[in-house]
């Protein structure tokens, strides 16, 4: 079976006046259909760089990414891409800000209006579809955030520290409640977190990078028996520590 | 408010609260009579000459006067409207142009050193140029009023345009949006309060600047009486004038600041 996503030794420069800056080099992994991949590393180590990169928002200096086997340029795919904070604007309600996809991609009409409703519903947020973004609470603001980004069906969901911006208590239900509506969607996912206990409980592989420049340091498959496991339940399970070793030992020891 | 009945204390101090109002509001009552009194009294008494200083009475009847042969409403109106159209052509125009350096950086970083100075030049030294090139009409007034305002207009917008957060940029490409979405989605509808925080320096300024060209080049206008007064020595329609100036430029603010209540989100 052909991956889903397909990563080709990408390097990546920033330039400025000072000089060049090499974010990202030789990186190359793959993500099969309804994978959830997580990507942990020193801060600076270019993961924000990865993901502009995978969603098309940076063109890599060398290397091809592949989605389906077409690259990335060409393959017209939508990416959905979840950024650290919501953004919800305060000028549009949680419908108008959930729809601004749509609206952009001129593919708001009726049936994706009821679509969003029943979207907005699943998710609790039926109730707020006309209220403004402040009147909500961060773990729901999130959920809205989550509902804008699924609304275009990305073949592909970008999750840039989604839950950093929370408070440690909401962080760890929005993180289960998030992940587990991924999943149930069976969307591939690719999360960045510099936060190892969040990747070991959502991923179905952690990604470890260097510090900068940004190489592979390792890739640990994480396994719990069992893919309904909730990531509230996976931190309670003997395995989630052994995991945690593993990868901070990874991140650890520098060559 | 979950609380149905207030507190002892909480009445206590909504009372203290409301008193402080209250007496806020007697005290600037008070001063402004007591002013009034003091120059009036002054004035009978001989002790400031009311040919130049005038008087309270000596405006009031003034103002009388020119509301009995209605010349006053006239001025007020050429002085008003005179505002309100170079307030118009400031807000468009500085909008646009804005816009304009915030789409491209080249534009901008060309610009910038020339919007700096005329922004700081006094604006006053123009009028004379003005008048010359444009005669001595409504022309003059208008374009010495926006040359007042629109520099700053147009910094004080593109300084907020371009400290729009990235993050919600970069969230309008990655929902497959170009730049025009940026405009038209993100940069417009969140700097509304910046643009009315904007036209509320603006429509003052924009009456300095009618003032000014009312100076040099009016036969009508509250601008126009105050020369015409001090020219001929009549000083009575001189405050009188300033002092409708005051109401006007006031009523004006209030206006943009009911627009704001409005429009606030």
Not at chain 1, 67 to 79: E, L, M, P, R, Y
């Amino acid at each position: 079976m052909k991956p889903k996503l397909e990563v080709r030794g990408i390097s990546y420069s920033y330039h400025s006046l000072e000089g060049e800056t090499l974010a990202l080099s030789n990186i190359s992994f793959t993500a099969d259909n309804g994978e959830f991949l997580a990507i942990v590393g020193p801060s600076g180590c270019g993961k924000s760089t990865l993901l502009s990169l995978l969603s098309g928002l940076l063109v890599p200096d060398e290397g091809e990414i592949l989605i389906d086997g077409v690259s990335q340029a060409k393959s017209g795919v939508n990416i959905g891409y979840m950024l650290q904070r919501d953004h919800l604007f305060e000028w549009r309600t949680i419908m108008g800000n959930a729809e601004l996809g749509l609206e952009i991609q001129k593919k708001r009409n009726k049936s994706s209006k009821e679509k969003l409703h029943q979207m907005l519903h699943t998710y609790g947020l039926g109730s707020f579809e006309q209220a403004k973004p402040s009147e909500l609470s961060g773990g729901m603001r999130q959920r809205a955030a989550l509902v804008r980004t699924l609304a275009l069906e990305p073949d592909l969901l970008l999750l840039d520290e989604p839950f950093s911006a929370l408070d440690y208590q909401t962080r760890l239900s929005v993180c289960d409640d998030i992940s587990s509506i991924i999943k149930s969607t069976h969307k591939t996912a690719i999360l960045i977190t510099h936060d190892l206990s969040e990747a070991i409980s959502v991923a179905d592989r952690v990604i470890v990078l260097t510090s900068r420049p940004g190489k592979i340091k390792a890739i640990v498959p994480i396994s719990f028996g069992g893919d309904d496991i909730r990531p509230l339940t996976r931190r309670n399970m003997p395995e989630f520590s052994v995991y945690f070793n593993q990868v901070w030992k990874e991140l650890q020891n520098h060559d | 408010m979950i609380e149905t009945h207030p507190t002892l204390a909480q009445q206590e101090f909504i009372e203290k609260e409301k008193l402080h109002r209250r007496n806020v509001r007697v005290w600037r009552t008070m001063l402004l009579v007591l002013l009034l009194s003091l120059w009036e009294l002054c004035a009978r008494l001989g002790m400031i000459n009311d040919f130049i200083f005038s008087s309270p009475s000596r405006v009031t009847a003034c103002f009388l006067n020119m509301v009995v042969d209605k010349s006053i409403f006239m001025h007020i109106g050429v002085t008003v409207m005179e505002t309100l159209i170079s307030f118009a052509l400031v807000t468009i125009s500085g909008l646009l142009i804005a816009v304009l350096l915030w789409s491209s950086r080249s534009v901008s970083e060309v610009l910038e050193p020339y919007l700096v100075m005329l922004n700081s030049l006094p604006k006053s030294a123009l009028a004379p140029i003005l008048i010359v090139w444009l005669g001595n009409n409504i022309k003059t007034i208008i374009v010495a009023s926006i040359s007042v305002a629109v520099f700053g207009c147009i910094m004080t917008l593109h300084t907020g345009f371009s400290q729009v957060d990235p993050d919600m940029i970069k969230l309008i490409y990655s929902l497959g949006g170009k730049k025009k979405d940026v405009l038209f989605k993100v940069l417009l509808p969140g700097s509304v309060p910046l643009i009315i925080s904007n036209t509320k320096v603006n429509i003052g300024l924009c009456l300095v600047g009618v003032i000014i060209g009312e100076f040099l080049a009016a036969n009508k206008g509250l601008g126009y009486l105050i020369i015409y007064g001090s020219q001929v020595f009549q000083m009575d329609l001189v405050v009188m004038s300033i002092v409708i100036l005051c109401i006007v430029s006031a009523i004006l603010y209030q206006g943009i600041a009911l627009l704001e209540k409005k429009i606030k989100f």
